[in-house]
């Protein structure tokens, strides 16, 4: 936090910018943690606007997580139809995956906004899948404009106190997530043979390099 909050007085919203655009692309820096810390600048030293601080998380995200969409259609893609035998991805499973990514798409990246780590690598996992593109920007915007409205004004308003008390409910967040995550992966395991036939009827045809 001393660092980012550096970073914020040194350099602005450039900073606050270039930190979450990385966090969304998928680099492991604090991008929440740029947001609250310009919010709270902007409600105590004044320094910033919080709606620019606002537009400026917003536009980040949305920035970030398109380009890590576009690695993970072209790159990443490859990889798994390439690679994908070798950790057991067959073509149904991964069929399934594009599947689940087609009809769960957009909750999975609204979700996934909210949440560290996941929040991280959610556009590349969608390009990788191959989510239709325009549902991944449809659903990209959304998240990334309610995520920065909400925790932007909340730390604005409460500054610290917001800082201290969301950091338990990250933790409480990762918790459910990661049981949830669990739950889903058991779940898929038990019906994957439907599932997968669900898929090739909804997805016909061999893989193919789009």
């Known amino acids: ?33 740029a947001l609250l810390g310009a919010a709270i600048d902007a409600g105590t030293r004044h320094d910033l606007s919080i709606g620019a601080v606002i537009i400026t998380a917003a536009g980040a995200a949305i920035v970030g997580r398109m380009i890590g969409y576009a690695i993970g259609r072209e790159l990443g893609y490859r990889l798994v139809l390439r690679y994908g035998s070798y950790v057991g991805l067959t073509v149904g499973r991964i069929k399934l995956s594009q599947y689940l990514f087609l009809k769960h798409g957009g909750k999975i990246i609204f979700v996934a906004q909210f949440l560290p780590v ?29 995520w920065a409205v909400s925790y932007g004004l909340a730390a604005y308003w409460a500054g610290r106190e917001f800082q201290q008390s969301h950091r338990h409910a990250a933790i409480f967040l ?37």
């Not at 660092?3 to 979450?20: K, P, Q």
Request: charged fraction near 15%; include cysteine.
């Open 1 to 33: 936090m001393h660092l980012i909050a550096y970073l914020i007085h040194e350099y602005g919203l450039i900073a606050v910018a270039t930190v979450i655009a990385l966090e969304c692309l998928g680099f492991p820096v604090p991008g929440e943690t």
């Open 118 to 146: 996941l929040r991280s690598f959610a556009g590349l996992f969608a390009g990788a899948n191959v989510m239709p593109w325009r549902m991944f920007l449809f659903a990209n915007a959304l998240s990334s404009s309610v």
């Open 174 to 210: 990762l918790i459910i997530a990661a049981v949830a995550i669990v739950a889903a992966g058991i779940f898929v395991h038990r019906r994957e043979a439907q599932l997968i036939a669900e898929a090739e009827r909804a997805l016909p045809g061999p893989l193919k390099l789009r």
